[in-house]
């Protein structure tokens, strides 16, 4: 296990490199320049001056190996002398986003927390709402529960967020004013006040991703669910006469959960990647917010630099599914 | 003796009593939404107008500019001009006196020296800086003592109003970026996103494309003002979120830019929480008629180049003919609502420059038709105009955009209905606007028949708008598809007149000089065809009072006079 580990750990270098190599190239070439974003009444001479100080009209591998150096290098050091208070990285440059002439680090650093709490809750909201809808609906298939179960998931599934954030605004706080629709990023939870309102600002963005991903999870705990049902370990299992009550949540749902406890942790890096959509609805202004409008700013170490961080968490958590898989079903070993 | 304390008293009370009324931080909150979120508060590294208008409430020229586009003292005691000495009889100088004991919000002195180094600052080759055109024809900025500034122009300048004068050219505290000139300006974050001002707020918190937070300037050289203590700008969302956490949910008070189609606004009227504001600057939607050929049969490099004269467009006659045919009043309803109405003039405003013009307002469809017949095209069979076996067809490009596509779609049935077949395209706007030489996409390089796009210029004076059109700024391969003159118009007539436009000072005369240059490019040539004038179009609250709505200047110029209505 430990070896497998180590390999596979080994193995993510070069692919993380050739990953980086291909999102650097992909958002080089693709269509725009941050010059749309400079008014037409800029000159065109004070408009090459800009992209000169940004360093946007240098070679593209000079730009490349430049963005390596400042991501495997310039920002570890950043991070240590954070840490440490060492001065490391003093007069080094870091990755500057075009459209703020900030650090890219930083700014994702300030986005991570909103983008935690609303994404990352509506997840383990998500989980904790699907997985016992998944046991009771396969349990009872095809009862009045399951059909309802299956009704609603399929809207979560195929109603895209943007129409059920807009939606949940119009109800919720333009007629009936219970919820906020902008989500206010300065709030700080000091008090019982506070974290009501903090409960409250949350609820909207939570309720529309947490139906999304409850609708996912649960058709997978149900679909692992009937298989397990239907084998011959739990009709051995009956007859032993053990109670319902063991035979469902001891015996099936210890081994429908396998398949299902990979499809969540997969499903980790989307938490970081935050919610592109839903976080603009509601303003959050996380991760999401951060990815879509660099994007359309045409800035291009800010989408490089987070595209790859999405990257490596999706090669990271791909690893742990697997490693997460071998502990929990002792019939698989990598050795 | 009693009457004398009692007038005394009453006095006191009448002077007393405005003061109470109005006093430094007495409203409270004021919240602003901006839908697209401030990046940085120094607006000598960005562009954007989100930027630069946030900013404008730190930082502040030593001039702006007024509703009307009249310019106003901020820093300084008044306004120079010939006759009060401040600017120089021969036009190459201006010399601006700085209020005595203003304070930055540090409680340090303002003075000439900071703004000479603004200018050192925006003025360094490497700094990249985004309104080097402010400080264009500068000799030199010096400072003549504590509290007064001195420009030199390299030669007369009529409109001396660029340098220190606006949003876009604020004064920067000499001290707080001494550290951060040329290759050094983005590196100092702390100073781009924090600086220290003159404004009426002064930031607390700054988070990249997210919120700012502002507390008022306890030295602002208003005693009374601001009204409200703090000020949140948010900014994320759409036109139509920002609208409606204004109109209808009550959550902001202000909401910058809420270009929602007229349908919508009415909606969110109704609903009585607040109100839109609308104002009219210089921005115009127009169809920009392509002079030469961007056929493709053409070899690469000569394609849109003043090699080859547009086979159709070359004639005025159809070009005025597909002007004829446009309804401009329904562009208008269909597109901006109380946001726009229908212009023939490149340069709408201000009043001085603006020509008289209004020939294209009316539809006039038969004439346009009569027009095309004289001209040659003739309709076949099918309705389908052609002249010598080559039919009458042009490819109309714009970018992505929901009104824009509107605005295609209702353009292509009239020139339907003229006989002209007509082939739409959208290009992205990142790319459409991108300026990248190596893209056939962009609207520099205009490989198309027209294309559509708004443009306006910044300030008061058009003299450098109209002198984009010159012969020799048109995009080709020699100067990497970089030139303004997007139409590759070329009259030696017009180049002549820009050329005494820039030697004319007398007000009225460039006045006229300006509006013939305009009438040269639109209703004698039908180069560019103006549409829709297009307005500001902002939300405020019904509690929220002091808005006037300002085009010339940062939309947030008069935040200082903000108040809550109780």
């Known amino acids: 296990m430990l070896t497998f580990t180590i390999r596979r750990l080994l193995l993510a270098i070069p692919t993380l490199l050739f990953i980086s190599l291909v999102i650097f190239l992909l958002v080089d070439f693709a269509p725009g320049s941050p010059m749309s974003q400079i008014p037409l009444t800029v000159p065109p001479e004070v408009r090459l001056r800009i992209i000169e100080a940004m360093g946007a009209n240098e070679p593209i591998f000079v730009r490349y190996l430049l963005w390596l150096k400042q991501f495997f290098w310039v920002e570890p050091l950043v991070m240590i002398d954070g840490m440490f208070g060492t001065t490391y990285s003093e007069g080094m440059q870091r990755i500057v986003s075009w459209q703020s002439r ?142 319902e009550r063991v035979v469902v949540l001891k015996h099936v749902l210890r081994n429908s959960l396998i398949p299902v406890v990979t499809v969540i942790a997969l499903g980790i890096p989307t938490i970081f990647g935050g919610a592109i959509i839903t976080e603009q609805v509601f303003k959050v202004n996380g991760l999401g917010a951060l990815l879509i409008n660099a994007i359309q700013g045409s800035d291009l170490p800010m989408v490089q630099t987070l595209t790859f961080i999405f990257a490596v968490l999706i090669v990271l958590f791909n690893l742990i599914a697997d490693v997460l898989y071998g502990m929990l079903d002792p019939r698989i070993r990598y050795d | 003796m009693k009457l004398k304390t009692a007038l005394l008293g009453a006095a006191a009370t009448l002077a007393f009593a405005p003061a109470a009324f109005a006093e430094r931080g007495a409203d409270g909150n004021v919240n602003v939404l901006y839908s697209q979120a401030v990046s940085i508060m120094n607006a000598y590294l960005s562009s954007g107008t989100k930027d630069v208008e946030v900013g ?136 781009n996103f924090r600086p220290i001002g003159t404004g009426p707020f002064m930031v607390t918190d700054f988070k990249v494309n997210d919120v700012v937070e502002l507390a008022a300037n306890p030295n602002y050289r208003d005693a009374a ?82 090699m080859h004269p547009h086979p159709m467009l070359s004639d005025i006659r159809v070009r005025k003919a597909l002007s004829m045919a446009i309804d401009r009043s329904l562009l208008v309803e269909v597109g901006y609502g109380n946001a726009g109405r229908p212009t023939c003039n490149l340069v709408p405003a201000p009043a001085q420059y603006a020509s008289p013009n209004t020939d294209c307002i009316a539809q006039d469809m038969e004439g346009a038709k009569a027009l095309l017949e004289e001209a040659g095209w003739v309709a076949g069979a099918n309705g389908m105009r052609a002249k010598d076996g080559v039919p009458m067809k042009l490819l109309y490009q714009t970018s992505v955009n929901a009104v824009r596509q509107d605005f295609q779609a ?157």
Request: aromatic share 10%; net charge negative.
């Open chain 2, 410 to 566: 209702l353009i292509k049935g009239w020139w339907n209905e003229l006989g002209v077949e007509v082939e739409l395209k959208s290009i992205d706007g990142g790319v459409y606007f991108g300026g990248d030489p190596g893209s056939p996409d962009t609207f520099q390089k205009f490989y198309a028949d027209v294309e559509m796009y708004a443009n306006n210029f910044d300030g008061t004076d058009p003299e450098p708008y109209l002198a984009q059109y010159l012969c020799d700024k048109a995009p080709s391969p020699a100067n990497g598809w970089q030139g303004e003159n997007i139409n590759r118009f070329c009259d030696p007539a017009y180049d002549a007149l820009v050329a005494e436009l820039a030697s004319t000072r007398e007000p009225e005369k460039r006045g006229e000089i300006a509006i013939r240059l305009n009438e040269m490019l639109t209703k004698d040539s039908y180069v560019v065809v103006p549409l829709v004038d297009r307005g500001r179009l902002s939300a405020h609250s019904n509690t929220l009072g002091g808005v006037v709505l300002n085009t010339w200047d940062s939309e947030l110029w008069n935040a200082s006079d903000w108040f809550r209505i109780k």
């Open chain 2, 56 to 191: 404008s409430l730190v930082l502040e020229p030593l001039a702006g500019f007024d509703q009307d586009g009249t310019v106003i003292p901020r820093l300084v005691t008044e306004i120079p001009s010939v006759e009060n000495g401040g600017i120089s009889e021969d036009l190459t100088t201006i010399t601006w006196k700085i209020t005595p004991g203003l304070l930055w919000s540090d409680g340090t002195p303002v003075t000439a020296a900071d703004a000479v180094f603004s200018y050192e600052y925006c003025t360094h080759p490497e700094g990249g800086c985004s309104q080097a055109a402010r400080y264009e024809g500068i000799e030199k900025v010096e400072a003549l003592d504590d509290l007064t500034v001195k420009i030199t122009w390299t030669a007369p300048k009529p409109n001396p109003f660029t340098a220190f004068v606006g949003s876009t050219s604020p004064i920067l505290q000499a001290a707080q970026f001494a550290n951060c000139l040329g290759t050094a300006a983005p590196t100092c974050t702390e100073q």
């Open chain 1, 102 to 243: 900030s650090p890219v680090m930083d700014i994702i650093v300030e986005r991570m927390p909103q983008t935690l709490t609303v994404v990352g809750s509506a997840y383990v909201i998500g989980v904790l709402i699907a997985v016992p809808i998944g046991i009771y609906s396969a349990y009872r298939q095809y009862s009045w529960f399951d059909q309802i179960g299956t009704f609603i998931a399929m809207i979560g599934f195929s109603v895209p967020t943007f129409f059920t954030g807009v939606v949940l605004i119009l109800v919720f706080s333009v007629n009936l004013g219970w919820f906020p629709s902008i989500y206010n990023t300065s709030l700080r939870v000091t008090d019982w006040d506070s974290f009501v309102q903090q409960v409250r600002q949350m609820a909207m963005p939570v309720a529309v991703l947490a139906l999304f991903n409850a609708s996912q999870i649960s058709r997978y705990m149900r679909s692992s669910m009937l298989d397990n049902l239907a084998q011959d370990y739990v009709r051995t299992a009956r007859a032993k006469g053990m109670s």
């Open chain 2, 225 to 306: 003002k601001p009204a409200f203590a703090t000020m949140v700008v948010k900014g994320g969302g759409d036109a139509a979120g920002a609208a409606r956490a204004v109109m209808e949910t009550g959550e902001f008070d202000y909401a910058w830019n809420t270009q929602i189609n007229p349908e919508l606004q009415a909606q969110m009227e109704a609903g009585g929480q607040g109100k839109f504001v609308s104002a009219f600057g210089t921005l115009v939607e127009r169809i920009e008629m392509n002079m030469t050929n961007p056929s493709a049969d053409l070899p690469e490099g000569e394609r849109s180049t003043a």
